[in-house]
Nanobody
């Protein structure tokens, strides 16, 4: 079945950077929109960023705009999330997901990874 595997999470101080990766398998990666979502303890899962199949279109949550960058390498079946100027409120489990449409809505995504923990200390 389809697999999405995230990596790159960890513990970082406020102001630091992390780069998350999501490797896809058993999926025609170039045909799918890829999104990043996050879920903090006690909160609902929320949209972070999305990138179109070709990479030409990206959207970001207001809370991360200007600090995070989503990108993809269709030759490597991988989507990335570069996170700079991290804040304690960015602490969450970050998951990648695949969809056939460019959307901020969780329910539009068909496949999900297990997630990777990002913890930002103050």
């Amino acid at each position: 079945q389809v697999q999405l595997v995230e990596s790159g999470g960890g513990l970082v101080q406020a102001g630091g950077s992390l780069r998350l990766s999501c490797a896809a398998s058993r999926l025609t990666f170039r045909l799918f929109v890829m999104g990043w979502f996050r879920q903090a303890p006690g909160k609902e899962r929320e949209f972070v960023a999305v990138i179109s199949q070709s990479g030409s279109t990206t959207y970001y949550a207001d809370s991360v705009k200007g600090r995070f960058t989503i990108s993809r390498d269709n030759g490597k079946n991988t989507v990335y999330l570069q996170m700079n100027s991290l804040k304690p409120e960015d602490t969450a489990v970050y998951s990648c997901a695949a969809s056939t449409v460019v959307s901020r809505d969780v329910w539009q995504y068909d496949y999900w990874g297990q997630g990777t923990q990002v913890t930002v200390s103050s």
